[in-house]
């Protein structure tokens, strides 16, 4: 059974556009267009895409938030628009640039009252929210008023008010935006042990790929509401990612080596970046720059998952271009 469905699902938005100094033009703006996946239970989706892309858009339709303009949902059993009630007790949302807690309350008191809101039964309260105390670290400001938290702080209250009702789903919106390294660490440790612990289900939008790579072994990237993208992390990386990086550092500076299947991309001293396509043996070509040069060290750099997708959006851009000029010749 699929946990989260989209079929064909579309989402436009009607907006009015100056035409003159006194007219006005209506002009329909498609934010999601034609979008069908689906989600198994326990699984933990990166959501991407440029702003714009639809991304948020459709974090909001499966929510119940927008009603979609055509297409079908189903999240968790439940058609989201009609059925808000029943579904909120079965995902928890958190919008990272959005509180949800009571911004002149005590962490505590807002989760007091968001354990009355969702009917959370008091033994089960009192365990999640001990979990959720120690795996968060929330004990040195659980009674301190929301308006006067860190923004790491806040993000850790705003992730364990959104589990406290034991949700089969957790939709994260930019859940790390403008957190330091410390912090953006704590809350995805805590994502994956819930997800493997609690089988807790998580789709995740975000700008910051190293979300991506350290939680979801499953991507999804949309451009301009349509989805370009739907596989593993590393299928991504070998699709896209067609060269990686020898780095060799060499006994003394040399000019830039010539290796068969590689070339120097970059020099700096005694260390040389040597490009070589992903089918070449990263063995014979180190045996090759050992054979002109002693070698000190040497490692090798997988492509950069922001550099591949960089790669796939500029590939979608060349490729929309290409048929509007043939559209409108």
Do not use: C
């Not at 009607?14 to 033009?25: A, D, I, S």
């Not at 959720?132 to 806040?154: A, H, I, N």
């Not at 994502?191 to 789709?203: D, H, K, Y």
């Not at 043996?281 to 040497?298: C, G």
């Amino acid at each position: 059974m699929q946990l989260i469905e989209l079929e064909d699902v579309r989402k436009d938005f009607v907006v009015r556009r100056p035409l003159g100094r006194l007219r006005r033009e209506r002009v329909v703006v498609r934010a999601v267009d034609g979008i069908t996946l689906s989600v198994e239970p326990g699984s933990i989706v990166g959501y991407i895409g440029p702003n714009g892309a639809g991304k948020s858009t459709t974090i909001k339709m499966l929510t119940g938030i927008l009603v979609p303009s055509s297409g079908r949902i189903r999240v968790a059993g439940f058609e989201p628009t009609r059925q808000r009630i029943d579904l909120a007790r079965r995902i928890g949302v958190m919008f990272g640039q959005r509180i949800t807690l009571w911004f002149d309350l005590p962490l505590i008191e807002s989760f007091e009252l968001l354990r009355y809101i969702y009917r959370v039964p008091a033994e089960r309260y009192e365990r999640n929210l001990r979990a959720f105390r120690e795996l968060l670290e929330l004990d040195p400001f659980l009674r301190t008023p929301v308006r006067q938290l860190s923004l790491g702080q806040r993000v850790r209250g705003e992730v364990a008010a959104a589990l406290l009702h034991d949700p089969e789903i957790l939709f994260l919106d930019e859940p790390t935006i403008g957190l330091d390294v410390v912090a953006k660490q704590r809350v995805r440790e805590f994502l994956v042990q819930a997800n493997r612990e609690r089988g807790l289900t998580v789709m995740l939008t975000t700008h910051d790929l190293a979300d991506i790579e350290r939680l979801s072994s499953r991507i999804l990237i949309i451009d301009h509401g349509r989805l370009i993208y739907d596989g593993d992390v590393e299928a991504l990386k070998e699709r896209y990612g067609r060269e990686r990086i020898l780095i060799v550092d060499l006994v003394e500076p040399a000019a830039p080596l010539r290796v068969d299947g590689g070339r120097v991309i970059r020099v700096e001293g005694p260390r040389q970046w040597i490009a070589f396509e992903r089918g070449t043996s990263a063995a014979a070509l180190t045996a090759a720059v050992a054979a002109q040069a002693p070698l000190r060290d040497l490692a090798v750099e997988e492509p950069d998952i922001e550099d591949v997708v960089r790669r796939i959006y500029g590939a979608t851009a060349t490729a929309r271009a290409t048929t509007e000029r043939s559209s409108t010749a």
